[in-house]
């Protein structure tokens, strides 16, 4: 498919106000996000480009983390993107409590760098 537009069309913002921009307009695109069963009506959806599901977990090496499921994650406070997959799928597995959302992950890179109890996931 072409477009007429230019790369000045295009507009950048953090994940979280795309996502909203992109719920409330029509013609907009969110590259990229989770397919997820609540997600499936909200979108005309175009690939998959990633077939991968998995998040990852980031934490200094010197904390020495070892977990066997996800609840193990309960004792630890973890960084998200605010309305990311992630964090969605932490709250329906009873984390609500562990999470801190942000809109940007150099935030939560930002935390953890300064040794605040916080894991990226």
Do not use: H
């Not at 069309?9 to 969110?30: A, F, S």
């Not at 997959?85 to 935030?107: H, T, Y």
């Amino acid at each position: 498919m072409e477009t007429k537009l230019t790369q000045k069309d295009i507009k950048i913002y953090p994940w979280i106000r795309g996502y909203i921009l992109t719920c409330q307009n029509q013609n907009t695109v969110l590259f990229a996000t989770a397919r997820t069963p609540e997600r499936e009506e909200l979108f005309k959806w175009v690939g998959p480009i990633v077939k991968d599901k998995k998040s990852v977990i980031i934490s200094k090496k010197s904390k020495n983390i070892k977990t066997n499921t996800i609840k193990d994650l309960k004792k630890y406070r973890i960084g998200t993107i605010k309305e990311d997959v992630a964090g969605q799928l932490l709250r329906k597995e009873g984390l609500e409590e562990s999470i801190i959302p942000s809109v940007d992950i150099k935030i939560n890179l930002t935390r953890l760098s300064r040794s605040l109890p916080l894991q990226i996931f």
